[in-house]
């Protein structure tokens, strides 16, 4: 009896890499020239930024017209799935880190402070409790409260998600027109949930005096909503590239990694933004 073996897809060696490289080294010397004064730093952080675009739509194109071409097979689209978990793992690893620090800091370093010969020896008067901004006798402020926009902002990634599985469904059973209503919708709930983040921050700086300088308290509070508002954007513009291959004719029930990775990546990030909504804005 004859085996036969899938063949493995392997593609031509790509000049891409080098541009990714040339994009990453002008946009981290540019930002750093321009947090320094540097004139020449916002030209190479802006010519950065576009050979990165240069290069992002150059690969996927490319990748997209040999997934459409039929070049690719079964173990192709495993390693795929494979590359794209660990990837989301990486991104868990990344949050983690920053709820670690907000853990630390919350639990050990302002109870700390707070206590017996290091509150008589260092920060006088310091009573801990969260939040806080720390010891160092800030100017006031007022915490965000769940109530309201924090709350509205999660209705609404949760219904973001509910759509794009409803949209997921409509690929699986070859439902184009559904697959596209709920691309679409689940795009604009992501910009209406940026919208609201960026009022929050506007009135957070106006009127209750939080701000990036804020302390502990606000550096943490930043630092995690706005790494969450950056995925949020990355994960939109990954959803109207998939939207736009839809509209192409692009997928089929049997065959959409493309479709699933941009899904995968979705939920990530609203289940990262529930942990966050508990954990910065409720506790």
Same mark, same amino acid.
């Given at each position: 009896?004859?085996?036969?073996?899938?063949?493995? &897809?392997?593609?031509?060696?790509?000049?891409?890499?080098?541009?990714?490289?040339?994009?990453?080294?002008?946009?981290?010397?540019?930002?750093?020239?321009?947090? !320094?004064?540097?004139?020449?730093?916002?030209?190479?952080?802006?010519?950065?930024?576009?050979?990165?675009?240069?290069?992002?739509?150059?690969?996927?194109?490319?990748?997209?017209?040999?997934?459409?071409?039929?070049?690719?097979? %079964?173990?192709?689209?495993?390693?795929? %799935?494979?590359?794209?978990?660990?990837?989301?793992?990486?991104?868990?690893?990344?949050?983690?880190?920053?709820?670690?620090?907000?853990?630390?800091?919350?639990?050990?370093? +302002?109870?700390?402070?707070?206590?017996?010969?290091?509150?008589?020896? *260092?920060?006088?008067?310091?009573?801990?409790?969260?939040?806080?901004?720390?010891?160092?006798?800030?100017?006031?402020?007022?915490?965000?409260?769940? /109530?309201?926009?924090?709350? *509205? !902002?999660?209705?609404?990634?949760?219904?973001?998600?509910?759509?794009?599985?409803?949209?997921?469904?409509?690929?699986?059973?070859?439902?184009?027109?559904?697959?596209?209503?709920?691309?679409? +919708?689940?795009?604009? *709930?992501?910009?209406?949930?940026?919208? *609201?983040?960026?009022?929050?921050?506007?009135?957070? @700086?106006?009127?209750? !005096?939080?701000?990036?300088?804020? #302390?502990?308290?606000?550096?943490?509070? @930043?630092?995690?909503?706005?790494?969450?508002?950056?995925? +949020?954007?990355?994960?939109?513009?990954?959803?109207?590239?998939?939207? #736009?291959?839809?509209?192409?004719?692009?997928?089929?029930?049997?065959?959409? &990694?493309?479709?699933?990775?941009?899904? /995968?990546? /979705?939920?990530?990030?609203?289940?990262?933004?529930?942990?966050?909504?508990?954990?910065?804005?409720?506790?």
């Amino acid at each position: 009896m004859t085996q036969t073996f899938e063949k493995y &897809f392997v593609p031509e060696p790509s000049k891409y890499p080098i541009f990714g490289s040339i994009a990453l080294l002008l946009f981290g010397s540019g930002a750093a020239m321009w947090l !320094n004064g540097f004139k020449a730093g916002p030209w190479a952080f802006f010519l950065g930024i576009a050979v990165l675009v240069f290069m992002l739509f150059g690969w996927f194109g490319q990748v997209v017209h040999e997934s459409e071409g039929g070049k690719y097979g %079964r173990k192709v689209d495993r390693s795929f %799935r494979w590359s794209m978990g660990w990837f989301i793992f990486s991104e868990v690893m990344f949050f983690a880190a920053f709820f670690g620090a907000l853990f630390y800091a919350r639990v050990l370093s +302002v109870p700390w402070l707070a206590t017996g010969d290091t509150v008589e020896l *260092l920060w006088q008067g310091f009573a801990g409790g969260w939040p806080t901004a720390g010891p160092d006798k800030p100017d006031p402020f007022t915490p965000m409260t769940a /109530w309201g926009i924090p709350a *509205l !902002n999660t209705l609404i990634l949760l219904s973001s998600g509910a759509t794009l599985t409803w949209a997921h469904h409509g690929l699986r059973h070859d439902k184009r027109s559904q697959l596209k209503l709920g691309l679409l +919708v689940t795009i604009l *709930l992501g910009v209406l949930f940026l919208s *609201l983040q960026i009022y929050e921050y506007r009135h957070a @700086y106006a009127e209750l !005096n939080l701000r990036l300088d804020t #302390g502990i308290y606000g550096s943490t509070f @930043y630092l995690l909503t706005g790494f969450h508002g950056m995925h +949020v954007t990355v994960g939109a513009i990954m959803l109207t590239v998939m939207l #736009g291959r839809a509209l192409a004719g692009h997928f089929t029930p049997d065959s959409h &990694f493309g479709f699933e990775a941009a899904a /995968w990546y /979705w939920h990530f990030v609203d289940v990262v933004w529930l942990l966050l909504f508990v954990v910065v804005y409720l506790l």
